[in-house]
């Protein structure tokens, strides 16, 4: 049975557009903070335990250690450990293909019979690409009444604010003022709009998202086709300037990997699912009982998928996509990947911190899930980039290992590319023979994403946007 973690005083109105005028400094202490006093177990604001410090530093001794004076057993050692978790996320995905989870069948609900609906659009300094956004969710297929749309712009981005405003926008969108603060993340704007949000259903979108039209009555007729278990619907993710360059068609074949396959495996098995930044579809009175987001984590989809698994909660996939914007530039992408990376991190440590609540919440495969994956994913390739820089220093593996390794990364290629096939990228193929060189990027981004976790584990990194999206 779900276990809710309680009751949370909330902030309500009906004018959404003054609600920070009024104490603002308060408000402000509220998106931030009242996760972390609400929730202590989950909170990110604590950072790492005493033992967790301890067993982190006494890994990172016994590894430089073993380089030294015994170098061959460490690249074995991190070797295996790398195929197995590439391993692991290649059983994920061939399940997740082979067992469909998408529900797309469900049969359409009247208008009268739909949901309230809320659309959050945290926007920061997105004033080239807001207007188009906000054009995009209008333009989708659900009743006006039943709809609002709030744009969370920062006290003081006016640029952003006006982007919107000229588009002149129908009534039922309208910018929420959020106080500034800190820290200043995403989650902790979309607490503001938890708080003042009317509706039975919630979304997020990015400030340059191109929902499917029909996205909203796709998931409002599965949540009412399921149970109450049910506590979020991830639609699935991919770019619109997939073919704009050798990275973009990595990244697009990345997406197409996750949201096409790996997912669906996480949702087949009832396993939990850390989300998508954007597109996650929730019931309101769930979310609020769950404490929203956490402010202070930088991955907070991926926090709150695992928290909504933790508290007994599932999540499915649907069928309707939503089009991003690739970063073009290596260093910008590094940066994102860094955030995420050293938000998989502090997951990871904020889940595990009492190990046996952890084992009695998540269960063997939830644990195996968290460590293998969440974390796992940039353990991964940390763990080969060490190997390969052995390499280069004449450290070599046995043939076997070699060979096994190289087969699974051959593997893995060959199976993001049948991704890549299915999400309709047919022209985007041949870059998977080049996965190396992007393998390498992500290296980077997880080694400077632990070290940001060591020195600014609460910073973020924030993506710039202006790609514009093609027009249909």
């Excluded at 978790?85 to 997740?96: D, E, N, P, Q, R």
């Excluded at 926008?169 to 989650?187: E, I, L, M, N, Y």
């Excluded at 003042?196 to 998931?219: H, M, N, S, Y």
Aim: with cysteine; glycine share 6%.
């Amino acid at each position: 049975m779900p276990m809710p973690l309680g009751p949370t005083v909330l902030v309500m109105s009906q004018e959404t557009t003054e609600i920070t005028h009024i104490r603002s400094e308060e408000l402000a202490d509220r998106m931030a903070n009242d996760f972390t006093r609400n929730h202590p177990k989950f909170a990110a604001r604590h950072g790492i335990l005493p033992w967790q410090r301890f067993a982190g530093v006494l890994t990172l001794s016994v590894l430089v250690t073993s380089l030294v004076f015994a170098a061959h057993a460490v690249a074995i050692v991190l070797a295996v450990l790398g195929t197995a978790l590439f391993v692991l996320k290649i059983a994920l995905s061939l399940w997740g293909a082979a067992r469909s989870t998408v529900h797309g069948a469900d049969p359409e609900l009247p208008d009268d019979q739909l949901p309230f609906y809320t659309v959050l659009v945290p926007a920061y300094h997105e004033a080239s690409v807001i207007g188009d956004t906000i054009r995009s969710i209008c333009a989708m297929n659900y009743p006006p009444d039943r709809l609002e749309v709030l744009v969370l712009v920062e006290t003081g981005d006016a640029a952003t604010k006006q982007a919107v405003l000229d588009i002149e926008p129908p009534s039922f969108v309208r910018v929420v003022d959020a106080p500034p603060g800190v820290p200043q993340t995403k989650p902790r704007t979309c607490n503001l709009g938890l708080m003042v949000a009317r509706g039975d259903l919630l979304v997020i979108f990015d400030a340059e998202d191109r929902p499917e039209p029909d996205q909203l009555r796709k998931v409002a007729a599965r949540f009412a086709n399921s149970d109450d278990g049910l506590a979020c619907v991830q639609a699935r993710l991919n770019f619109y300037n997939a073919h704009r360059n050798l990275l973009t068609r990595q990244f697009a074949l990345d997406y197409a990997l996750r949201f096409e396959l790996l997912l669906h495996g996480l949702a087949a098995l009832r396993l939990p699912i850390p989300l998508g930044g954007t597109s996650n579809h929730f019931r309101v009175d769930l979310l609020r009982e769950v404490g929203g987001w956490d402010a202070w984590n930088v991955t907070e989809d991926a926090d709150l998928g695992m928290r909504c698994s933790a508290l007994g909660y599932r999540i499915e996939m649907t069928d309707s996509t939503t089009w991003e914007e690739a970063v073009e530039r290596p260093w910008p992408w590094i940066r994102q990947r860094t955030r995420w990376m050293k938000g998989h991190y502090m997951t990871t440590l904020v889940h595990m911190r009492e190990p046996r609540d952890a084992w009695q919440r998540f269960g063997t495969r939830g644990i195996v899930l968290l460590l293998g994956l969440v974390f796992g994913i940039p353990a991964s390739f940390m763990a080969l980039s060490v190997v390969g820089a052995l390499s280069l220093l004449g450290v070599a593996l046995p043939m076997p290992l070699t060979v096994t390794t190289l087969a699974v990364l051959a593997l893995y290629a060959g199976v993001q590319h049948y991704a890549g096939k299915r999400r309709g990228l047919v022209k985007l193929g041949p870059a998977a023979l080049l996965l190396p060189i992007y393998w390498f990027l992500l290296a980077v981004a997880a080694w400077r994403g632990l070290w940001q976790l060591i020195r600014s584990p609460f910073g973020w990194e924030k993506t710039e946007h202006g790609t514009p999206a093609p027009r249909h």
